[in-house]
């Protein structure tokens, strides 16, 4: 896809909050690709883009949009090239800023626990201190069987200790959990637990998404572990619910505006915690059994 200066390689994501930002994409699909859940890039190869073809699109960004305040490293995990690639990315980004005598706010990423763990403290301080500032990294859910259940590839150590690692180094991190991700058979300790690595971890950000199957329920299921059992509007909503009931954390800004979702709660985490589980309670009680009210306030 041609979008301005830049000839992408589509399918091409990036999060909500990275709307304004400028796409680099330094490497196409993913370096796991294996979740049962996500169809993000199952038409890619995985494949870490030529620094010269970066640096190619990095000076057609800025010749296009020469004051540019952000960038979102695409595609599915930046964090899985080595150290000196990466670095060099990011210093190739800072000396055009520099060129046009301004500073970026920050440089953003999708990332995977294991590849943040594969940096060293040092590498990791040293691609803070080149504005590389946020990670978003999907953990999905902190319950162990359910991880195993969807191929994960992560525990919730794994998980822990790369996110913790980031936040020693002083890289903030945006977390997402996917509501309705195990299903009713595992609703309840997925919330649960879910609720338990928040809260340990305590991210800058976090949101929710919802489980959806854009290419159909069942490729999930051949892909899911278990056994999958759908969950109704007001069980998903009763989940979510549970989630954020069960948090334990301070000053984490909340959002669930990803297109998945029916309702958008959103807040600072516990500060709003109230006012949060009060709008869920309401939109719980709306909600028939068995479908979403298409006239609800709530939508």
């Given amino acids: 896809?041609?979008?301005?200066?830049?000839?992408?390689?589509?399918?091409?994501?990036?999060?909500?909050?990275?709307?304004?930002?400028?796409?680099?994409?330094?490497?196409?699909?993913?370096?796991?690709?294996?979740?049962?859940?996500?169809?993000?890039?199952?038409?890619?190869k995985y494949k870490i883009r030529p620094l010269m073809e970066i640096e190619k699109d990095i000076e057609?960004?800025?010749?296009?949009?020469?004051?540019?305040?952000r960038f979102f490293l695409a595609d599915g995990d930046a964090m899985s090239l080595d150290f000196k690639p990466l670095k060099d990315v990011l210093d190739s980004i800072n000396?055009?800023?520099?060129?046009?005598?301004?500073?970026?706010?920050?440089?953003?990423s999708y990332a995977l626990p294991k590849n943040i763990i594969s940096k060293s403290d040092s590498e990791l301080k040293e691609l803070r201190d080149a504005d590389l500032k946020l990670l978003y990294v999907g953990i999905e859910t902190g319950d162990?069987?359910?991880?195993?259940?969807i191929k994960k590839g992560e525990t919730y150590k794994s998980t822990v200790e790369g996110i913790q690692k980031a936040h020693n180094a002083g890289i903030d991190t945006s977390i997402m959990i996917i509501t309705g991700l195990g299903g009713r058979k595992y609703s309840e300790q997925h919330a649960r637990n879910s609720a338990r690595i928040i809260s340990e971890l305590n991210p800058k950000y976090l949101s929710t998404l919802t489980l959806s199957f854009p290419l159909g329920y069942d490729i999930f299921r051949s892909k899911f572990r278990g056994e999958y059992i759908p969950q109704t509007t007001k069980e998903l909503f009763e989940e979510l619910y549970l989630f954020i009931s069960l948090l334990d954390v301070e000053n984490v800004i909340f959002r669930s505006n990803h297109v998945s979702n029916k309702v958008s709660p959103e807040g600072t985490l516990s500060k709003d915690k109230d006012k949060i589980?009060?709008?869920?309670?309401?939109?719980?009680?709306?909600?028939?059994?068995?479908?979403?009210?298409?006239?609800?306030?709530?939508?």
């Fill in 1 to 44: 896809m041609l979008f301005l200066p830049v000839d992408y390689d589509e399918p091409l994501f990036r999060p909500p909050a990275e709307a304004y930002s400028a796409i680099l994409q330094v490497s196409l699909g993913c370096s796991w690709n294996k979740c049962a859940f996500c169809e993000m890039y199952t038409t890619k």
């Fill in 60 to 69: 057609g960004l800025f010749s296009y949009y020469p004051r540019i305040k």
């Fill in 95 to 108: 000396r055009n800023a520099e060129k046009r005598n301004y500073r970026l706010q920050r440089v953003a």
């Fill in 144 to 149: 162990d069987e359910l991880l195993s259940l």
């Fill in 277 to 299: 589980l009060n709008m869920l309670s309401k939109v719980i009680a709306d909600t028939p059994f068995n479908e979403m009210p298409k006239n609800s306030r709530y939508l």
